[in-house]
């Protein structure tokens, strides 16, 4: 397996960023699954790479190393050009709009009820799509914050379990000393009452 697989706690940013470069990575969900990145493994068809639980991780980490590289540049670009299509489409329209206001600039100026229908469908349409990815960012700065909270909380307990298992290791080992010495006074005293 090639040293640069990563797994992104950021669940959106990352593994878009990741994919944008090929690089395999295993999307973290949590397991309400935020609509955004679930967006995202189904658009990208990531299924088998999606977790929702901590104990899925080694087998999706076993599939993701057995998965050719190929595939991930292949999903990139697959990607990248239906972007590139909607930015295309934004474009024609954007034109086609600056092409009708150039038509009707010396006619008398119309309501607005005369708009073409279609760009007050785009208009409504990117209001949506904004106020969606608003929503669904903070969505996931909060999953986000949260989960930092929940490994920090986790990572504290694993080192305090750790300090106090050390503490322990400690006094056994101090124990087995004072024994070892009581023993060996004892068979010190055993040999002197023998001979």
């Not at 999606?50 to 998965?67: K, Q, Y």
Request: hydrophobic share 35%; net charge neutral; glycine share 4%.
């Amino acid at each position: 397996m090639e040293g640069d697989v990563k797994a992104s706690v950021d669940t959106a940013h990352g593994n878009l960023t990741a994919l944008s470069f090929g690089v395999p990575h295993i999307v973290i969900n949590n397991p309400l699954r935020a609509a955004k990145v679930e967006g995202y493994v189904r658009l990208a068809g990531l299924d088998e790479f999606r977790i929702t639980d901590w104990a899925a991780l080694e087998e999706t980490f076993d599939r993701l190393g057995a998965t050719p590289r190929e595939r991930w540049a292949t999903t990139a670009d697959r990607l990248k050009a239906r972007v590139c299509e909607q930015f295309d489409r934004l474009t024609e329209l954007i034109a086609r709009a600056a092409e009708e206001r150039r038509e009707t600039r010396d006619r008398p100026a119309k309501s607005r009820g005369e708009l073409p229908l279609e760009l007050y469908s785009t208009i409504a349409e990117l209001h949506a799509r904004l106020e969606h990815e608003k929503t669904a960012r903070q969505a996931t700065e909060k999953e986000l914050s949260d989960s930092k909270k929940f490994l920090r909380d986790r990572h504290l307990a694993h080192k305090a379990r750790l300090k106090r298992s050390e503490d322990r290791n400690e006094c056994l080992e101090a124990d087995v000393r004072t024994l070892r010495a009581q023993n060996e006074c004892l068979e010190e005293r055993l040999r002197g009452i023998t001979l």
